[in-house]
Every structure is written in C-alpha cells, then in structure tokens.
C-alpha cells in the first residue's frame, strides 16, 4: 500500500475555521480538505436543507419533458417508465412509476431483461410498447447513446424522453426531451446526480406544476439515496442533501420494500454503508440472477406481509449470487496464471460459461489481488459483453474509447464500464486495451493508495471528536470517512489473530502516555509480526464505536500496518 498524506491546508485557512467554529485544528483541517472554507459553508455541510436542493427547471428540457408528460395525461396516453437492470435503474423506475400513479392510472414499467436484451433501450423494450398502444416512454439511468433505439421508436410513433447522468456521445438521440446534467449545454448547477436523482428531479418539477413542495416528495428519497450509495457517485453538493434526508427516511419511515431488507439488522440507526453493504446488494441481486422487475415489484409494495415474501424470494438470489461470484472469481484466477498474465498492466478474462450477472462483482474482486484495470467477458447471445472496472486515478471510460474500433458499443464512467463486442474481435481488442493502458497509465496508480487525511495523536481521539465526526456524514466519494495515521505505537502485548480462519487482527495500542485504544484490522493478519514484542509501529485507521456486552468504546478500523 501507498501511504499518501493529504496536504495541509493554508495556515491562515486553518485557524479561521478554529476561530469561527470553535473546533480544534484537526476538524478545522477535515473540513478545508472537503472545500468547506467558511462558517455558511460548514452551516450548510452539517446541517443539509431542502433549500439547496435545485430549481429543477434548470436543467435544460425539463420544461418539455413536463409538457410532454401534461399532454400524455391530458390525452390519456399509456405511459412507459424504463429504466436499467442495477440499483440505480430499479429505484428509478420505482420512484417514477410510482410517483405518477399517484396521478394517473395508465402508467406501466419496463426493465431490460439481462441476458436475452443487454444494457440500456432495447428494440424489444419498444416493440412492448409498440404492442401495447404506448406512446411515451421515459428512460431512466440510460437512453444516453441510444440513437438508433430512438429512431426505431419514432417510426413507431413513439415519444421518448430520456433520463440519464452518462456521459453523452459526440451525437445527441433525437427525442423529445433529455435530461442528464451532464450535457454540455446544460447549466444545472450540479452534474453529478445518479440516475435516481434525475428521476427525482423530474417528479419534483411534475409535483410543482401541481403544488406539491419538497417536502411532499420526502417519502421518496429513500429510493434516492439508495441509489447514491450504490452507484458511487460523490456525497458533496446536492448528492448529500438528498441522501442526508434520504437516510432520515429510511431511518424513520422506510417504504415497505427497504423496511422487508433491512428488518434483519439489529441497529439503531442505519448509516450509508449498511445500505451499500446490505440492501443495495439485494436489489441488484434480483436483476442479476433473475429479472430486475423483482426489484421494482419489492419497491413499489405497500403492503409488508407481500414484501417480506418478495425480500425472500430476493435473499435467495443473493445467495446464489455470492455463490457464482466466488466461483467465477476463482476461474479468473486459474485463467490468468495459466496464461501468465500475473505481471501485465490489465486483467482481461473470458469464458463462455460465466453468469453475466456477476462479471463486475468478478472484476472487482481481481482488482483486489492485480491492482489494474480489469475487464470481465462472458457470451451474451451472438457477441462477447464485458463489465470493466478501474483503480484509483485511471479512466477506463477513455481507454476504452481508445479501443472503440474493436468494440460494438461501450458506456459508462471513469471507473467502471460495459461494453460489447464480436467474439472475433476478442484477442485484438485484449492486446489493444493492454497497449493503451502501459503506455497510459502512471505507474505508482499500479499499487493501492490510502489518502490519509492527517496525522494526529491517540490522546486527540475523545467522545467528543468522534461525535463531530460522525456529523461529517453520510460517507462517499469526495466525503470518505476520515483516515488518520498515528505513529511510534506499540501494542500493550496482547495483540493476536483472530476470525474463524484467523485472518484479521486485534490489538490494543498505546502511544507514550496517552490512554490505550482498541483496534480491529479486517485482513491483516499478516501484519501481527510487526506488532508482536510490543515492536514500535505506524498505523493509517478511521474512528468507529464497538459494541460489546452492552459496553460501547471508541476503537481504530486498521487499514494498514507498518
């Protein structure tokens, strides 16, 4: 592991916050390295309101696509609500649909069947809506690229407004309207909305043409930030004020589907991470062994009983999920040792046979031991399809755009795309994706970095510091949990391995004479000689709390050992 310490911030920066908000160096440092310069922007950081939530009118063709929508109701047109197969796509189309049968009845949904359809707009998504007298479909978390899936719909008669927060190509899909921030005419003020999100800002500008205030749409964020943990998008500007509110409902008043998922967990309180650890797996299990319309049918439920039968029926997915990945994650392995490919610069795997559910799951889990771009194939009907997925620092989204002569079609973000291609086109493109990345990529990104936050003293960590810490959530990209090295620790002599297969460490360090603190390293028990014989030692940790016999205490989360 890299160790890379954060820089300080200015000085002069430093002691304001100290003065203005009355807090140590420490926190004053957290916050300018989170941009947070000034008491209104510390104000605004820890106490989100509904007022920095956009005018959703900003974003360019809403206004059309609340028009279009007006007309189809007026018209009593059959609407359809589509939207991808992952957690982003599913809440989605669960947030629209059922947002709009709270006004019209003739509204239907549509999620691209995995395997026999892909990802994105489909011709079969539109012949449905051809055969069933639909005039308007509205697609959410794709549709960006789908130039000829649009036309195909307008010779059809058919209406699309697009939802999206991809990357747009060079050309634009002639539709009615599109909405994704990241359109480079588009002057909203944030551009790093999931797909969710821009589905929320359509209902709430549908729901201010007809009265509705923000607050009226609350019980829909939990939809939204499920979402934003899942798809990794940044927790700064409007991301976390829809999340931060978001919790609060799943928190409080979670709708039937959430609460079926989470009534497993023996907690208080719910933060981010146990929605991306734990609920948003569940939902994406469904569209990856089976169909993701499970997902949306377990969203959009009000009765409980139904979906705790509908939960169940997803449990048995994720297992079998986590079941596959384990699998085809060890064949991954075999393949690229008995190619000899341990020392290149990308992984790129494939066999005929592996589920395409789990491919990204699987380049995640590479990724984990070959630290490098990772690419993951499977069959998917005629052609090859692929999840790809990325280190720190290097954009896959424009390798992959480099090797695009190869590639029938591709999408996605800087660290984690889909492509497909022709089966024939495999070993080119494999060599071509290899080339772009050796001669593209800086060396040091080949090795795993922890940004370190700041150094500071054990005698620092207080109930108090940790209170103000856990106010600097909820945690993501741009706002990760604060990482913090302290050095010349030792252990008071009892550190040991622990876990059934005695892979994790625990130990209690001290630091000259402050008090000792426990501390639990996932992982890392290859590290106890380092700490044995009350050795001297530096250690890079967060700050969480350990429940224990119905005593709590502070503990360092280890994330590495020198």
């Known amino acids: 592991m890299r160790w890379t310490l954060k820089p300080k911030p200015e000085t002069q920066k430093i002691q304001h916050l100290v003065n203005v908000l009355q807090v140590d160096e420490t926190v004053a440092t957290l916050l300018l390295q989170r941009g947070i310069e000034s008491y209104e922007d510390a104000k605004n950081f820890f106490r989100p309101s509904i007022e920095h939530i956009h005018d959703p009118f900003l974003m ?22 589509y939207g991808d197969y992952d957690v982003d796509g599913t809440t989605s189309v669960a947030l629209v649909s059922s947002y709009l049968k709270t006004i019209y009845p003739n509204i239907a949904t549509y999620i691209p069947d995995r395997y026999e359809e892909g990802y994105g707009v489909s011709f079969m998504g539109i012949d449905f ?110 991301n976390r004020t829809l999340a931060y509110f978001g919790m609060q409902v799943i928190n409080s008043a979670p709708r039937a589907g959430i609460k079926a998922i989470i009534s497993q967990l023996k907690k208080d309180e719910l933060t981010i991470t146990d929605v991306v650890f734990v609920v948003a797996p569940r939902i994406n299990a469904a569209g990856r062994i089976s169909h993701g319309l499970h997902a949306v049918e377990l969203l959009t439920e009000n009765d409980l009983e139904v979906a705790k039968q509908y939960a169940a029926s997803i449990e048995t997915f994720n297992s079998e999920r986590r079941t596959l990945d384990q699998e085809i994650t060890q064949e991954a392995f075999q393949q690229i040792e008995k190619l000899k490919e341990q020392e290149r610069f990308s992984t790129v795997v494939y066999d005929e046979n592996w589920h395409k ?10 990724i984990e031991t070959y630290y490098r771009p990772t690419l993951v194939f499977t069959k998917s009907g005629d052609k090859l399809a692929a999840s790809a997925r990325s280190v720190t620092g290097f954009d896959v ?43 593209t990529i800086d060396k040091k990104l080949l090795t795993p970095e922890i940004l370190i936050d700041k150094e500071i003293k054990l005698q620092e960590i207080t109930p108090r ?98």
């Open 357 to 366: 559910g789990v491919i990204g799951i699987v380049a995640s889990r590479l």
């Open 129 to 238: 809506a051809s055969d069933n007298d639909i005039s308007l479909i509205i697609t959410l978390d794709c549709g960006i690229k789908a130039i000829e899936k649009v036309a195909y719909a307008t010779e059809k008669g058919i209406d699309m407004i697009i939802c999206d927060h991809h990357r747009p190509g060079t050309e634009l899909p002639k539709a009615v309207a599109i909405l994704d921030p990241k359109r480079e005419d588009c002057q909203y003020p944030y551009d790093e909305l999931c797909g969710c999100g821009v589905g929320f800002k359509l209902i709430q500008a549908i729901g201010s043409k007809r009265g509705q205030t923000i607050t009226d749409l609350f019980p829909y964020l939990d939809l939204v930030a499920t979402a934003i943990a899942a798809d990794i998008v940044p927790l700064t500007g409007e």
């Open 60 to 81: 360019k063709d809403m206004d059309v696509a609340v028009a279009r929508i007006d007309n189809a109701i007026a018209d009593g047109e059959n609407i359809l609500i």
């Open 397 to 439: 989204y424009n390798a992959l755009e480099q090797c695009k002569e190869h590639i029938i079609q591709f999408g996605g973000h800087k660290y984690a795309a889909g492509l497909t291609l022709k089966e024939e086109n495999y070993q080119a493109f494999k060599d071509a994706f290899e080339e772009v990345v050796k001669n």
């Open 465 to 562: 510091f940790y209170r103000i810490l856990k106010q600097f959530a909820p945690f993501g990209p741009k706002n990760m949990s604060p990482v913090f090295m302290s050095t010349h620790l030792q252990d008071t002599g009892w550190a040991k391995c622990v876990g059934s297969e005695k892979t994790h460490i625990k130990l209690t360090a001290l630091q000259r004479n402050s008090p000792r603190i426990d501390g639990i390293g996932f992982n890392l028990g290859e590290k106890l000689s380092k700490v044995k014989g009350k050795k001297p030692f530096d250690a890079v940790y967060s700050i969480d709390e350990n429940t224990w016999n119905g005593e709590t205490k502070l503990q360092l989360r280890l994330r590495d050992i020198r």
